[in-house]
């Protein structure tokens, strides 16, 4: 398809998403924006959607698009910058702990799953960080086990991370 035609058609879904959202037509926006997103080879769609949705607590949402994105770009996980894998481990664990808004409770076989999830993704982003390691600066060594540290004080990843906490989401 010609460039100019898709551009065209990504703006049209886009306009009529947004108009959608406005008027709360749910079902119309799912299909506009379903079809922007069929259309968005370089993930910029997902992944400031996922964006969006976390920052409005949608992290069962923010999850899908994190996975759909990083499906379609295996590549997409290994942006040492924006971190993708790692906030995609973190809205699972915040969807396993029914800390989303307007999404339904997850029942346990889900939690479970947000959670393997989550650790699929750290650990993807631990082997990662250790090949940096091997190759970088000491300076940049020293911010890679910075962020690595993080992840241990990280409230929003202690549903994988304290047995506690996995009892708390199994049972609640």
């Given at each position: 398809?010609p460039?100019?035609?898709l551009?065209?058609r990504?703006?049209?879904h886009?306009e009529?998403?947004?108009r959608?959202v ?7 926006a799912e299909?506009?924006l379903g079809?922007v997103?069929?259309d ?9 959607l996922a964006?969006?949705?976390?920052e409005q607590k949608?992290?069962?949402l ?19 910058k924006?971190?993708?894998?790692y ?5 699972a ?6 800390r989303?808004?307007d ?9 479970m799953?947000?959670h393997r999830q989550a ?6 982003d631990?082997?990662?960080?250790t090949k940096?390691l091997?190759?970088t600066?000491?300076e940049?060594r020293?911010?890679?086990?910075q ?7 990280d ?18």
């Amino acid at each position: 398809m010609p460039y100019g035609r898709l551009r065209w058609r990504k703006a049209y879904h886009t306009e009529q998403a947004a108009r959608a959202v406005q008027q709360k037509q749910w079902f119309a926006a799912e299909f506009h924006l379903g079809r922007v997103l069929r259309d968005d080879p370089e993930n910029t769609v997902k992944t400031r959607l996922a964006r969006v949705a976390s920052e409005q607590k949608k992290f069962a949402l923010t999850t899908r698009l994190w996975t759909e994105a990083m499906a379609s770009d295996p590549k997409l996980g290994d942006d040492s910058k924006t971190q993708p894998r790692y906030h995609a481990a973190r809205a699972a664990c915040l969807a396993a702990a029914g800390r989303g808004e307007d999404e339904p409770p997850a029942g346990d076989a889900m939690k479970m799953d947000l959670h393997r999830q989550a650790l699929s993704w750290l650990k993807a982003d631990m082997d990662f960080w250790t090949k940096q390691l091997e190759s970088t600066t000491p300076e940049s060594r020293s911010a890679i086990v910075q962020a690595l540290q993080s992840w241990q004080k990280d409230p929003d990843l202690a549903g994988i991370r304290e047995t506690a906490a996995l009892g708390r989401t199994r049972s609640g």
